[in-house]
């Protein structure tokens, strides 16, 4: 650790302003603050600290993902053997799932963190590490097979349209990693639904596929109606179903969110209503059951598709989510609520926590908002009880 | 009112003042026919006649309209030079003419015209006004067809009909965006534009 500290000391004052490299002050920068807590302080006014800095609870939420990442990886090269019809020993499916996964992992984060520091370089901010976590997320919420240019593609126009024209880390509206998705969703959508893209390998004409294999997901299966083929709550809960990468297994998920709430990281207000919401959702289908889609049980509809992974790690981004602790229990209700309206009710979609998040995303500023003028108002009423009483 | 250069009249539309891109206007129609470059060639070329026209002729009654009823006046004659604008296109461009529908017949709402006919031919002679017309008409076309151009190339990759991308990219993996084709990426690159002519011309940045 000392070596990495006096390498970075003697590079430190040719980068400096006035030095021979001042144009990649921010390059060293990011790589120096990403190495190290930054010794700067707040200069003025009163502040109070917190230990933990941007970066540092960056890697906090990349390790919650890893639960699910790593699951993710097994599970890719369990379908794809299952689909083949060949048994393989466990690290022989994980080792697979980790070569099929690794390239989007290292597409998206080259792509995204090269985007990142072109445009801290031309406009002479320093890097924010805020693509730390996008740049795992992307790769977690694409189906395996999907094209790595397309998947280039996609993190270029999330950053660059959904960050860096807001004005970078912080500033944007919509979640990155879900505009990435969004993007491949409406750009090349025969990549990202259907029954052959969510199983490494099915997607090629040449692979043998066993028969009655079909590598549809629940969500595939529920759109084309056929409901008896879901698998059961369990099957679904422990994750060896296809899917988008890190989407299947809700105990991996489940482990990702305690980390994230005993962290503090994660809101568990936003985790919470989303799920309430939705059970609502689904009540109110059950009531109905107009269709068998709508008599499916709570349970089993919550852990089908992308639901509780969305719920987890995309509705609590702390920068495209509400900031007020009630605004946080209206935007999760909503989300999951708008999520279950969209799965169940319109046909075009398969899934609809993606589109509920982006959508509450724009619709978070206005909720807090009204929450910060309804606490003004309760307590501009209090104020005047009290002088009246006085 | 200041006199003008007559070929700044022409040319200010084009960049500094472009109404599309600075004073934001005629944006519904920018993303409606941009699909394809020849529609949007068409439409900005109907837009660039009947701002020219309407221009030319509002420039000259412009001392007998009496001000109260002006907007009226100025709305029958956008709407006849837009009438025979879509007769003609479907006399000769029937094809076209069905791919725009509505939208030839939207040119009448379109901002730019009442904006210019206000700001401009209200209170200036004839031949700077017309100037003026077809100026603004091109600074839209132009951006109308820089739009079409993105579009077209990428969300159905020909340029003008024609097939520009070779098969082999299509063997090889690559595909037509489907996001070009939807409205929303109109806007989108809209703003981009928007983003690139600010960097090029400092001025126009708002403090």
Known sequence: MKFLRNTLDKIKPHVQKGGKFQKFRSTFDAFETFLYVPDHVTKSGSHIRDGIDLKRAMSVVVIALMPALLFGMWNVGYQHFLAIGQTAGFCELFWYGFLQVLPIIIVSYVVGLGVEFIFAQIRGHEVNEGFLVSGMLIPMIMPVDTPLWMVAVATIFAVIIGKEVFGGTGMNIFNPALLARAFIFFAYPSKISGDFVWVSGLSDSTTKVVDGFSGATPMGLAGQGQFDKIPDFWTMFIGNIPGSIGETSKIAILIGAAILIISGIGSFRIMLSTILGGSAMIYIFNLFAANPYMEISPLVQLSMGGFLFGAVFMATDPVSASQTSTGKIIYGFLIGMIAMLIRVLNPAYPEGMMLAILMMNMFAPLIDYYVVEANIKRRLKRAKLSSIKS | ?207
């Open chain 2, 1 to 207: 009112m200041a006199q003008v250069k007559n070929s700044k009249l022409l040319a200010n539309p084009l960049n500094l003042q472009n109404p599309v891109t600075v004073q934001v206007l005629g944006i519904c129609s920018a993303l409606a026919v941009t699909v394809q470059m020849k529609p949007a060639f068409v439409m900005g070329l109907s837009v660039t006649i009947v701002t020219a026209f309407s221009s030319l002729i509002i420039s000259a009654l412009r001392n007998t309209i009496p001000n109260r009823i002006r907007i009226i006046v100025q709305l029958v004659v956008v709407a006849a030079l837009v009438i025979i604008v879509d007769q003609l296109l479907k006399a000769f461009l029937y094809d076209v003419s069905k791919q725009l529908s509505v939208f030839v017949g939207l040119i009448i709402t379109n901002c730019i015209l009442m904006g210019r006919l206000e700001a401009f031919a209200m209170g200036n002679k004839p031949f700077p006004s017309f100037i003026d017309g077809i100026g603004n008409g091109l600074g839209y076309s132009i951006i109308l067809l820089s739009i079409a151009f993105v579009r077209e190339l990428l969300g159905s990759g020909s340029i003008w009909g024609f097939k520009i991308i070779p098969p082999v990219f299509y063997q090889l993996g690559y595909e037509n965006n489907g996001l070009m084709i939807l409205p929303p990426m109109a806007v989108i690159l809209i703003g981009i534009i928007i983003w690139i002519q600010r960097s090029w011309k400092k001025e126009l940045i708002e403090k």
